[in-house]
T-cell receptor, first 113, second 112 residues
Framework: DAGVIQSPRHEVTEMGQEVTLRCKPI?????LFWYRQTMMRGLELLIY????????DSGMPEDRFSAKMPNASFSTLKIQPSEPRDSAVYFC???????????FGAGTRLSVL | SQQGEEDPQALSIQEGENATMNCSYK?????LQWYRQNSGRGLVHLIL?????REKHSGRLRVTLDTSKKSSSLLITASRAADTASYFC????????????FGAGTILRVKS
C-alpha cells in the first residue's frame, strides 16, 4: 500500500480564499483523523471519522473549517474563508479498526498570506 | 488538551550515546505509543506498550511504562545521526474509538 496520501503538499493562498485539503487513507482502515501542527500549539486533533461518519469534531476551531468523508477512500478538509492564523501543517492519518496505531500522511503545508 | 507531556523539550547528544525521553500523562490508559517525526514529514509509529506491560523492546528502542506514576520512558541506544527527529508520546485515555492524544514532543539532535 502507498500509505496515506495527502494533496497538495504545499498550498499558498491569500486571506479570504477557500482552501481544500485532500486525503486518501490506507485501504481497509476504519478511522481517519485530521490534525493541525504549529510551533505554538503542537499537534491538535481537529476531527475524526469512523466508517465515514464524523465522530468528534470538537477540535475544529471555527465554523470556517469543515470536513467531509464521502466514501472510505477520500476525505477533504475545507477552510472558507482562510485567515493568516490558519497557516500550519495539516496532517491526515488513518487507523485500522482493531488497533489504534495511526499512520500519517506527509502533510500539507498551508501558508495564508 | 495534551494528555502526554514529554521531558526534556530538547536533547542534544553525540552519536553512539544513549538518549532517554520521558512522558507523563494524567488519566488511565489502555496503551501508550511513541512516534517519531523527521523534519518536514509525518509522524511514524515506533512502538506501542499496553497498560499491563512494564517494558518493551524493538531493535535499539526500549520503552518502559509505570502506570502507578503515569509515566513512560523511551530509550534509544547507540544513537545515530539518522535518529535526529522529534519524538512524541501518545495515549488513548481509554476513550471511544482510535483517538490518540499527543504530547508536545522532544526534539532529539544526534551529532556526528
Amino acid at each position: 500500500d502507498a500509505g496515506v496520501i495527502q494533496s497538495p503538499r504545499h498550498e499558498v493562498t491569500e486571506m479570504g480564499q477557500e482552501v481544500t485539503l485532500r486525503c486518501k487513507p490506507i485501504s481497509g482502515h476504519d478511522y481517519l483523523f485530521w490534525y493541525r501542527q504549529t510551533m505554538m500549539r503542537g499537534l491538535e486533533l481537529l476531527i475524526y471519522f469512523n466508517n465515514n461518519v464524523p465522530i468528534d469534531d470538537s477540535g475544529m476551531p471555527e465554523d470556517r473549517f469543515s470536513a467531509k468523508m464521502p466514501n472510505a477512500s477520500f476525505s477533504t478538509l475545507k477552510i472558507q474563508p482562510s485567515e493568516p492564523r490558519d497557516s500550519a501543517v495539516y496532517f491526515c492519518a488513518s487507523s485500522p479498526g482493531h488497533i489504534n496505531i495511526q499512520y500519517f500522511g506527509a502533510g500539507t503545508r498551508l501558508s495564508v498570506l | 488538551s495534551q494528555q502526554g507531556e514529554e521531558d526534556p523539550q530538547a536533547l542534544s547528544i553525540q552519536e553512539g550515546e544513549n538518549a532517554t525521553m520521558n512522558c507523563s500523562y494524567k488519566t488511565s490508559i489502555n496503551n501508550l505509543q511513541w512516534y517519531r517525526q523527521n523534519s518536514g514529514r509525518g509522524l511514524v509509529h515506533l512502538i506501542l506498550i499496553r497498560s499491563n506491560e512494564r517494558e518493551k523492546h524493538s531493535g535499539r528502542l526500549r520503552v518502559t511504562l509505570d502506570t502507578s506514576k503515569k509515566s513512560s520512558s523511551l530509550l534509544i541506544t547507540a544513537s545515530r545521526a539518522a535518529d535526529t527527529a522529534s519524538y512524541f508520546c501518545a495515549t488513548d485515555a481509554g476513550e471511544y474509538g482510535n483517538k490518540l492524544v499527543f504530547g508536545a514532543g522532544t526534539i532529539l539532535r544526534v551529532k556526528s
